[in-house]
Nanobody, 125 residues
Framework: QVHLVESGGRSVQTGDSLRLSCAAS????????MGWFRQVPGSEREFVAA???????YYSNSVKGRFTISRDSAKSTVYLQMNSLKPEDTANYYC???????????????????WGQGTQVTVSS
């Protein structure tokens, strides 16, 4: 069992930066792949970024070049650095983990075994 807790979400202005954190506890050895998704009420949860342990990251086209996912294995924490934020980035951001997920499946919600409760990011124009 893996327990994930997100933090760092708040209200910001367009163009601001924000860093989200996701602290993992429990059987973190089962968290080879860590990902971030986001969801707006009434819409499906969409993929944002993912990182395999020891591999290059993956990003959705909508955030590529603005967001950076990173991992501190010693702290069992994954981060999402978000720069140049836009109003369309407003969403509840969720952290997820799973055993090593094949590249073609990192963007699929069903590939992940564990989820956090989410942290709200609001970007005002």
């Amino acid at each position: 069992q893996v327990h994930l807790v997100e933090s760092g979400g708040r209200s910001v202005q367009t163009g601001d930066s924000l860093r989200l954190s996701c602290a993992a506890s429990g059987t973190t050895s089962r968290s080879d792949t860590m990902g971030w998704f986001r969801q707006v009420p009434g819409s499906e949860r969409e993929f944002v970024a993912a990182l395999h342990r020891g591999s290059a990251p993956y990003y959705s086209n909508s955030v590529k070049g603005r967001f950076t996912i990173s991992r501190d294995s010693a702290k069992s924490t994954v981060y999402l650095q978000m720069n140049s934020l836009k109003p369309e980035d407003t969403a509840n951001y969720y952290c997820a983990s799973g055993a090593r997920i094949i590249t073609s499946s990192v963007g699929r919600r069903a590939s992940y075994d564990y989820w956090g409760q989410g942290t709200q990011v609001t970007v005002s124009s």
